[in-house]
């Protein structure tokens, strides 16, 4: 955290940084081609890290100190700039965000690590994961290996 003095006001502000892991491990550079028909160059994982924790979401949304969650080490750190947005204030906007982010909501294809990383994002500097990252599952479920798995996806995932 730093403080910013200027002549009109002065703010704390807190960097943003998202850790992008690849969960396949290089896997999907190497076998996508073949299995999907389609070359897709990671299974993307994302998390924030802000106000010295990393928050993601699987069962529920979830926090640790950076780098130490399951997902192993990031393959990227995108530096999401600076938020004004104070840790009491992020945590009410993590409290409102249960509904859509919980133990039961999680789907692969539909509302998953990433989605909320881009919303999370999105709330506390105003931009959007890189497009690579949010279009996974249509590029997915766009190839003919996807449109087979899909629906059995859809099905594991409904409650």
Not at 75 to 98: C, R, S, Y
Request: charged share 15%; aromatic share 10%; glycine share 8%.
């Amino acid at each position: 955290q730093k403080k910013n003095n200027n002549s009109t006001m002065s703010s704390t502000t807190y960097p943003v940084k998202i850790y992008v892991y690849d969960l396949s491990q290089g896997m999907m550079r190497q076998m996508s081609a073949a299995l999907l028909g389609r070359q897709l160059e990671g299974l993307w994982h994302t998390a924030v890290v802000v106000h010295g924790k990393e928050f993601f979401f699987g069962q529920g949304v979830q926090s640790a100190a950076p780098g130490t969650t399951p997902a192993g080490r990031p393959v990227e750190v995108l530096d999401f700039g600076d938020t004004e947005i104070p840790p009491d204030m992020f945590a009410d906007f993590l409290e409102d965000m249960k509904h859509k982010y919980n133990d039961t909501s999680y789907h692969l294809l539909a509302n998953n690590c990433n989605n909320f990383s881009n919303d999370v994002a999105e709330f506390l500097t105003g931009r959007a994961l890189p497009e690579h990252i949010t279009s996974l599952p249509g590029h997915f479920a766009s190839t003919p290996l996807g449109m087979m798995l899909v629906p059995m996806i859809n099905t594991m995932f409904q409650r």
